[in-house]
């Protein structure tokens, strides 16, 4: 240990007995897509109608297949899975939204709000005291009265009144310093065909509650989570390359560079992002001035029917020290969903800070894993990176050549659209743009060492 290193020890031992961390946890869960005629011949609309034109048709067991959406099934080991691994410290749930299947998308109000009644049943009989903090998706209802009383249960008055009118509210927590913020990204996303906004006037209104909320925080000295469904950046795996992910829920061009501008100028507040929507274990880095500012980490879905890829159904478990809302850790659960005979089984896919390496949960030592997950001369962090994207529903990386290795290493560190598709474009100047930044920090470190 060199002298500086000892010294950093003594203080951060120092500081771990000044400031009495706490260990809590919170389960992260998101996009059950539950389908109510996932067992229902007659009315086996997407589920089905995917299963025609598809070579997994043969499997006899329905939640096996990676083309239909969560069975109840399904939902109801996922609940059995995160009862019995109910840690006593937990604290609450983020639950971020696509709770219903697309299938559903025709079906009418009354199912839907009963489709999603079941699942918030399930939740609260599973997380009896706790609360789940709900964010909404593309695929669910609209804020409504009858989603309010629903959610009662859950959310105080106040942020009730702003998710009636929104979708968005904020809670406080009472013996922290931590406040969730969750916000309603449908408002600030496109439609299917189009970039534009069809929510103007309620997406200008969350904005402004937004930054208000955070100088807020600022003030009175709080860390902040950033929750919704869909969070800034691109999706890696079928718009390498194009203009902006034009998928339904994504957000648009302004929105994102809007959100971009929000994250970083409140970067000292915010103490972690967590999004959905995905379908894929992944994360995204914000960057101001070349120094990594922000992480946001993306949880898998509960369902196995990914967007165009396949992935096993996962459900994350987050380890933080609840006083100060620094993220430790998580345990990453997943259901191998070809290979199980019969019953459904969860285990343990990885933990964090141990697969990768990391001293800590932050956007430095994520942005290293970035670099290293772009090494061209060692393989191995893309490996273990890929199978966590698709949630070890393969281990084979022969697919991901070095060009697609760049995309997906533009994707983690490229949240803006347009420097995403600069570095898509162009692998030797993403190269040469962050360069200055590296050697200015270790001439940094340098003088650091010779002060010590
Ligand atoms: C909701 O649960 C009830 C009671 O188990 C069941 O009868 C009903 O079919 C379910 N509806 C949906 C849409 O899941
Ligand atoms: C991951 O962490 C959990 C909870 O701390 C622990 O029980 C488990 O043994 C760890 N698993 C692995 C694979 O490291
Ligand atoms: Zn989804």
Not at 55 to 75: A, M, P
């Amino acid at each position: 240990m060199s002298p500086s290193s000892v010294v950093l020890y003594i203080v951060s031992l120092l500081w771990l007995n000044l400031t009495d961390a706490k260990t809590g946890y919170f389960w992260h869960i998101t996009d059950l897509h539950y389908d109510p005629y996932h067992n229902s011949p007659e009315f086996h609309r997407g589920c089905r109608h995917n299963r025609a034109n598809n070579e997994h048709s043969h499997h006899n067991n329905r939640h096996r297949d990676h083309t239909c959406d969560s069975s109840w099934t399904l939902i109801q080991s996922a609940a059995a899975l995160m009862a019995e691994r109910h840690p006593d410290t937990l604290e609450f749930v983020l639950w971020t939204g696509d709770i219903l299947s697309s299938s559903m998308e025709h079906a009418s109000d009354r199912v839907k709000l009963e489709a999603v009644r079941n699942v918030t049943d399930i939740l609260s009989r599973t997380f009896s005291s706790q609360f789940v903090f709900p964010a909404l998706g593309h695929n669910d209802p609209p804020p409504s009265r009858k989603l309010v009383d629903m959610w009662m249960q859950w959310l105080p008055t106040e942020a009730l009144q702003t998710f009636e009118t929104g979708g968005y509210y904020t809670i406080e927590q009472s013996h922290s310093k931590l406040r969730i913020v969750v916000l309603n990204s449908v408002l600030w996303s496109g439609g299917a065909t189009t970039s534009d906004n069809p929510h103007p006037h309620r997406g200008r209104t969350q904005w402004e509650w937004l930054e208000h909320i955070l100088i807020k925080a600022r003030r009175k000295k709080e860390m902040v989570y950033l929750v919704a469904h869909a969070g800034p950046g691109v999706e890696e795996r079928h718009n390498a390359g194009s203009s902006t992910a034009a998928g339904g829920g994504e957000l648009t061009p302004a929105a994102n560079a809007r959100l971009l501008h929000v994250i970083r100028a409140f970067s000292d507040v915010i103490a972690g992002q967590f999004y959905g929507h995905r379908h894929a274990d992944t994360f995204r880095l914000i960057y101001s001035e070349g120094r990594p500012v922000s992480w946001a980490l993306l949880a898998p879905s509960v369902t196995p029917r990914g967007a165009g890829s396949v992935s096993n159904p996962g459900l994350r478990l987050y380890k933080f020290e609840s006083n100060t809302g620094k993220v430790l850790d998580y345990t990453q659960y997943y259901l191998d969903v070809t290979n199980t005979r019969g019953e459904l089984h969860w285990s343990i896919e990885y933990n964090l800070t141990q697969y990768y390496g990391l001293r800590e949960v932050s956007a430095t030592s994520l942005n290293a894993l970035a670099e290293r997950i772009r090494n061209h001369h060692d393989r191995s962090s893309f490996a273990k990176y890929l199978s966590a994207l698709r949630v070890k529903h393969s281990t084979d990386i022969s697919d991901c050549d070095s060009a697609c290795v760049h995309v997906h290493y533009c994707a983690i560190t490229r949240a803006d659209y347009s420097d995403f598709r600069s570095c898509v474009r162009n692998p030797a100047s993403a190269l040469a743009s962050r360069a200055p930044h590296n050697s200015a920090a270790i001439f940094l470190y340098a003088i650091l060492i010779l002060i010590s």
